[in-house]
């Protein structure tokens, strides 16, 4: 094979990669109420533009108020479900609550809508968690992909007062950098645009903004980031520079890179543990 032709393949392997990964992100699963949980499908929290905003809240039976875990989907801003991979959805049996959030696409707004959804969701669980069984008071904030990206940034607008601890797996850290990379791949760059609202060279302000890699400060919470070795999608690069920046700005922060893992995988029963410690040791009160 030619360099040429291979680096053809190599691209559309690459695409490829991409957009299996958005449909699987379209889907909706939902596991039946647990032994010692309530389930409640489809609160409402906000309705921006009468866009309206919904959760689904997996809630312990404990005998005080639950903490929780704000959880926020991936799907390149474009695609995904509050129903699907929900992969800390198994924090109720450690007795932590877990919140699945939507927010705007970037078919209905661009960035910073997304943001402020999330935003509104950590608003509205301080307001009405208590009706749920749940203490909002010691909250944390949970994501995979560009829902890591939200999740950092979440973390990262509301301080370590409002948000006590970020777990964010194979995260999107710097969208400037992962435009660069995406233009020379010629594949993917659009959904950037697309969150952005332009071309990214004529939104870098924008673009710094949403990328948490240029929020870090000591006021940040702790961090856990799960990010796979052989990651194409958002490079394991992201996870790293972000971890090396935390540390510098003395924020608590740990950083698992997950051998012969890609984009989009579910935590396995050593890493889920990892996460669940994490949370309980920020969470408790």
């Known amino acids: 094979m030619t360099s040429a032709a291979g680096s053809i393949a190599s691209g559309i392997g690459r695409s490829i990669c991409l957009i299996v990964m958005l449909l699987v992100a379209g889907c909706s699963s939902y596991g039946p109420e647990r032994p010692g949980e309530k389930m409640y499908r489809d609160v409402l ?22 903490p929780v875990v704000l959880w926020i989907f991936g799907g390149c801003w474009r695609f995904g479900s509050k129903g699907y991979h929900v992969n800390v959805r198994d924090l109720t049996s450690a007795g932590i609550a877990v919140a699945s959030i939507q927010y705007r696409m970037t078919n209905t707004a661009v960035y910073p809508a997304q943001l402020k959804d999330c935003q509104a969701a950590a608003q509205w669980l301080r307001d009405n968690g208590a009706r749920y069984g749940i203490d909002a008071r010691r909250m944390g904030a949970s994501g995979e992909s560009s829902g890591g990206q939200l999740a950092a940034l979440l973390g990262a607008t509301e301080g370590k007062s409002r948000i006590r601890a970020v777990c964010a797996l194979y995260p999107v850290t710097d969208l ?93 029963n050593e890493q889920f543990a990892e996460v669940s410690r994490f949370f309980q040791v920020h969470l408790a009160r």
């Open 176 to 268: 400037i950098e992962l435009g660069s990379l995406y233009a020379k791949r010629s594949v993917g760059l659009n959904l950037i645009e697309k969150l952005l609202g332009g071309a990214i060279e004529q939104k870098l302000d924008l673009a710094a903004d949403a990328s948490p890699v240029f929020h870090i400060n000591s006021s940040l919470p702790p961090f856990l980031i799960i990010h796979g070795d052989r990651d194409r999608i958002i490079p394991v690069e992201h996870s790293e520079w972000f971890f090396q920046a935390l540390s510098a700005a003395r924020v608590k922060a740990q950083l698992i890179v997950v051998p012969d893992k890609g984009h989009w995988f579910r935590l396995n």
């Open 45 to 66: 929290f906000a309705a921006p533009g009468g866009h309206k905003l919904h959760m689904d809240l997996y809630v312990p039976q404990t005998a005080k108020p639950a």
